[in-house]
């Protein structure tokens, strides 16, 4: 069975920071493509980051460079977002994609909150 698990989001002040982990199982994680989505109240789904199967090549969106970090570790088939900075208008539910070429998995989200 297929499973992306998410995990590790939360509240949290302005200029703190979360880890966010999804957790892969059912199919060969080494061979998708790993991205970070968020969808926020009333806007559209955007793309935050992500990176290859190999690992070695990472995007972000304009709105997170440099405060947010995508990795992934292929042996324990998990990808990471590391957020640091964040913002108010960071806050969203935070989804978890697997992708190789049609075929697309994702997770159930997990709750980010920015407030003070």
């Known amino acids: 069975q297929t499973q992306l698990v998410e995990s590790g989001g939360g509240l949290v002040q302005p200029g703190g920071s979360l880890r966010l982990s999804c957790a892969a199982s059912?199919?060969?994680?080494?061979?998708?493509?790993m991205s970070w989505y968020r969808k926020a109240p009333g806007k559209e789904r955007e793309l935050v980051a992500v990176i290859r199967s190999s690992g070695g090549t990472t995007n972000y969106a304009d709105s997170v460079k440099g405060r947010f970090t995508i990795s992934r570790d292929n042996i324990k088939n998990t990808v990471y977002l590391q957020m640091n900075n964040l913002k108010p208008e960071d806050t969203a539910v935070y989804y978890c994609n697997a992708n190789l070429y049609y075929t697309n998995y994702w997770g159930q989200g997990t709750q980010v909150t920015v407030s003070s």
């Open positions: 059912g199919f060969t994680f080494r061979a998708y493509a």
